[in-house]
Protein backbone atom coordinates (compact mmCIF):
# COMPACT_ATOMS: atom_id res chain seq x y z
CA UNK A 1 0.00 0.00 0.00
CA UNK A 2 2.60 2.33 0.68
CA UNK A 3 4.12 1.78 -2.89
CA UNK A 4 1.16 2.96 -4.05
CA UNK A 5 1.37 6.02 -2.81
CA UNK A 6 4.99 6.98 -3.31
CA UNK A 7 4.19 5.79 -7.40
CA UNK A 8 1.59 8.38 -6.75
CA UNK A 9 3.49 11.08 -5.35
CA UNK A 10 6.06 10.67 -8.26
CA UNK A 11 3.52 11.03 -10.96
CA UNK A 12 2.06 14.33 -9.54
CA UNK A 13 5.14 15.35 -9.41
CA UNK A 14 6.59 14.75 -12.37
CA UNK A 15 3.16 16.53 -13.71
CA UNK A 16 3.62 19.77 -12.09
CA UNK A 17 7.28 20.92 -13.14
CA UNK A 18 6.08 20.00 -16.55
CA UNK A 19 3.62 22.69 -15.82
CA UNK A 20 5.25 24.63 -14.42
CA UNK A 21 7.58 24.46 -16.83
CA UNK A 22 5.02 25.60 -19.74
CA UNK A 23 4.40 28.67 -17.83
CA UNK A 24 7.58 29.38 -17.07
CA UNK A 25 8.36 29.21 -20.56
CA UNK A 26 5.20 31.53 -21.93
CA UNK A 27 5.75 33.98 -19.61
CA UNK A 28 9.43 34.23 -20.62
CA UNK A 29 8.64 33.73 -24.03
CA UNK A 30 6.29 36.95 -23.45
CA UNK A 31 8.90 38.65 -21.57
CA UNK A 32 11.28 38.63 -24.30
CA UNK A 33 8.45 39.44 -26.73
CA UNK A 34 7.72 42.94 -25.26
CA UNK A 35 12.20 43.61 -24.66
CA UNK A 36 12.35 42.82 -28.30
CA UNK A 37 10.21 45.34 -29.06
CA UNK A 38 11.31 47.88 -26.71
CA UNK A 39 14.77 47.30 -28.73
CA UNK A 40 13.52 47.63 -32.04
CA UNK A 41 12.03 50.77 -30.67
CA UNK A 42 15.13 52.08 -29.37
CA UNK A 43 17.05 51.35 -32.04
CA UNK A 44 14.54 53.30 -34.87
CA UNK A 45 14.94 56.19 -32.11
CA UNK A 46 18.52 56.15 -32.13
CA UNK A 47 18.78 56.32 -36.35
CA UNK A 48 16.67 59.05 -36.26
CA UNK A 49 18.89 60.84 -33.09
CA UNK A 50 22.02 59.84 -35.38
CA UNK A 51 20.88 61.17 -39.20
CA UNK A 52 20.44 65.14 -38.38
CA UNK A 53 17.76 66.87 -40.89
CA UNK A 54 19.30 67.70 -44.60
CA UNK A 55 19.62 71.31 -44.03
CA UNK A 56 21.53 71.10 -40.67
CA UNK A 57 23.51 68.32 -42.51
CA UNK A 58 24.18 71.25 -45.26
CA UNK A 59 24.86 73.98 -42.60
CA UNK A 60 27.52 71.71 -41.30
CA UNK A 61 29.08 70.97 -44.09
CA UNK A 62 29.49 74.64 -44.89
CA UNK A 63 30.96 75.53 -41.45
CA UNK A 64 33.63 72.77 -41.31
CA UNK A 65 34.58 73.27 -44.72
CA UNK A 66 35.19 76.81 -43.57
CA UNK A 67 36.58 75.76 -40.20
CA UNK A 68 39.25 73.56 -42.23
CA UNK A 69 40.26 76.32 -44.99
CA UNK A 70 40.98 78.52 -42.16
CA UNK A 71 43.05 75.93 -40.56
CA UNK A 72 45.01 75.43 -43.38
CA UNK A 73 45.54 79.07 -43.79
CA UNK A 74 46.83 79.86 -39.96
CA UNK A 75 48.79 76.99 -40.87
CA UNK A 76 50.50 78.77 -43.70
CA UNK A 77 50.85 82.03 -42.01
CA UNK A 78 52.67 80.11 -39.01
CA UNK A 79 55.05 78.59 -41.41
CA UNK A 80 55.87 81.80 -43.02
CA UNK A 81 56.25 83.73 -39.75
CA UNK A 82 58.92 81.48 -38.70
CA UNK A 83 56.52 79.01 -36.09
CA UNK A 84 56.93 75.81 -37.94
CA UNK A 85 56.28 73.67 -34.97
CA UNK A 86 52.68 74.89 -34.79
CA UNK A 87 52.20 74.79 -38.60
CA UNK A 88 52.80 71.20 -38.32
CA UNK A 89 50.27 70.47 -35.94
CA UNK A 90 47.46 73.07 -37.77
CA UNK A 91 47.85 72.30 -41.42
CA UNK A 92 47.88 68.11 -40.71
CA UNK A 93 44.35 69.19 -38.98
CA UNK A 94 43.19 71.73 -42.11
CA UNK A 95 43.46 69.23 -44.27
CA UNK A 96 41.76 66.38 -42.62
CA UNK A 97 39.06 68.41 -41.99
CA UNK A 98 38.74 69.26 -45.77
CA UNK A 99 38.80 65.49 -46.91
CA UNK A 100 36.57 64.53 -44.37
CA UNK A 101 34.40 67.30 -45.47
CA UNK A 102 34.46 66.80 -48.67
CA UNK A 103 33.88 63.08 -48.70
CA UNK A 104 30.65 63.98 -46.21
CA UNK A 105 29.87 66.48 -49.18
CA UNK A 106 29.83 63.88 -51.54
CA UNK A 107 27.95 61.20 -49.68
CA UNK A 108 25.11 63.65 -48.74
CA UNK A 109 24.93 64.21 -52.78
CA UNK A 110 24.87 60.76 -53.48
CA UNK A 111 22.01 59.90 -51.11
CA UNK A 112 19.90 63.22 -52.72
CA UNK A 113 19.98 61.20 -56.31
Known amino acids: ?3 NRVNGN ?6 RPSELTRTILAR ?21 LRTPAAKTDKIGTAISG ?3 VVCVGVGV ?3 VSGKPLWAVGTLPLGVI ?8 YYQIRRKED
Open 77 to 79: VQV
Open 28 to 48: SQRASEKLMEQTHSIIEKSIK
Open 10 to 15: KRKCAE
Open 1 to 3: MKQ
Open 66 to 68: LAG
Open 97 to 104: ALISNRIH
